[in-house]
T-cell receptor, first 115, second 113 residues
Framework: GAVVSQHPSRVICKSGTSVKIECRSL??????MFWYRQFPKQSLMLMAT?????????EQGVEKDKFLINHASLTLSTLTVTSAHPEDSSFYIC???????????FGEGSWLTVV | DAKTTQPPSMDCAEGRAANLPCNHS???????VYWYRQIHSQGPQYIIH???NNETNEMASLIITEDRKSSTLILPHATLRDTAVYYC??????????????FGQGTILTVHP
């Protein structure tokens, strides 16, 4: 079964609204989680590193005020897309390393469609 | 992390072995070779990883050349469900890159009946 779970798997929201995506590690604690974005027919692009108890680290070109990340506990990180626009429509995926970091589990992904 | 080069696509007949190559000529001595795959509309799935010895698990085998500049992922008996994008990633375990993966374009493997 899945060891990293994302919710929701699919979401449709109106342009200008905000939407939250959750990433949970099951049966293990993750002080660090990662958020990726994937557009159709493209590879995964790392957006940010979510750190429990501190601010997230964003990759170059990713707007921190638009993509809010909160690592509320050792098993939960959330990504909130604020003031969503159609160009934010994408597949969002989280990952969490277990143990020493050699084993990295990915969530099932969340499809966001902004209309 | 070292850059990798993979063919954009490959075909394989069901039941035959699928051999997916990856070049990583700038790999450092402490970098591991990881393979993940992504089936359409799903999150990536870990397959196998290795440092310099060949590795085998229930999913696949990983053959790393002696100079470590290239590797081959082998799916011994490909099935239709193995159709996916396969990513070869080279990374250092732990340290400042803890848990972070850099994905290239990968190889689209299509398994035909």
């Amino acid at each position: 079964g899945a060891v990293v779970s994302q919710h929701p798997s699919r979401v449709i929201c109106k342009s200008g609204t905000s939407v939250k995506i959750e990433c949970r590690s099951l049966d293990f604690q993750a002080t660090t989680m990662f958020w990726y974005r994937q557009f159709p027919k493209q590879s995964l692009m790392l957006m940010a590193t979510s750190n429990e108890g501190s601010k997230a680290t964003y990759e170059q070109g990713v707007e921190k005020d638009k993509f809010l990340i909160n690592h509320a506990s050792l098993t939960l990180s959330t990504l909130t897309v604020t003031s969503a626009h159609p160009e934010d429509s994408s597949f969002y995926i989280c990952s969490a390393p277990q143990g020493g970091g050699n084993t990295i589990y990915f969530g099932e992904g969340s499809w966001l469609t902004v209309v | 992390d070292a850059k990798t080069t993979q063919p954009p696509s490959m075909d394989c007949a069901e039941g035959r072995a699928a051999n997916l190559p990856c070049n990583h000529s700038t790999i450092s001595g402490n970098e591991y070779v990881y393979w993940y795959r992504q089936i359409h509309s799903q999150g990536p799935q870990y397959i196998i990883h290795g440092l310099k010895n060949n590795e085998t698990n229930e999913m696949a085998s990983l053959i790393i050349t002696e100079d470590r500049k290239s590797s081959t992922l082998i799916l011994p008996h490909a099935t239709l469900r193995d159709t996916a994008v396969y990513y070869c990633i080279v990374r250092v375990d732990g340290g400042t890159s803890y848990g972070k993966l850099t994905f290239g374009q990968g190889t689209i493997l299509t398994v035909h009946p």
